[in-house]
C-alpha cells in the first residue's frame, strides 16, 4: 500500500505527513466493514487488519480521483467526500491534504 497523505493548515503549511497505512480509521468503520466482509462484530486481529487496510485502499482511491477530476494534487478538506470525513481522525487545523 503507497501514498503519502500531507496535511497543510490554511495557510498551506505543513501540519502532518502519514503515510496512508498510518491513517488512523475511526472504530465505527472497521466494525462497520467487518460485518459487511466477515459478519462480525468483534473481529479477530486478522479480520480486523483486514478491514482497517481495505479502509485505508478505498480511501487512497478515492482521493487519487477526486484530484484526478480536479486535476490538482491539493485538495480542499471541504472538497473531500463525506465517506472519507467520516472515516478518518484529522486534526481541526488541517484545512488542505496534499497526496503523493
Known sequence: MQGVLILLDEN??????????????KEE???Q?????FGDRDPCILHR??????????ILEELNNASKDNG?????????SVSVLQRI????????????
Open 12 to 25: 498551506k503549511n505543513l501540519i502532518a505527513e502519514k503515510r496512508i497505512k498510518e491513517i488512523e480509521i
Open 29 to 31: 468503520y472497521i466494525i
Open 33 to 37: 466493514k467487518s460485518l459487511e466482509l
Open 49 to 58: 487488519t483486514y478491514c482497517i487496510n481495505k479502509i485505508r485502499m478505498e
Open 72 to 80: 490538482k494534487y491539493i485538495l480542499s478538506i471541504d472538497d473531500l
Open 89 to 100: 481522525n484529522l486534526p481541526p487545523e488541517a484545512k488542505f491534504i496534499m497526496i503523493q
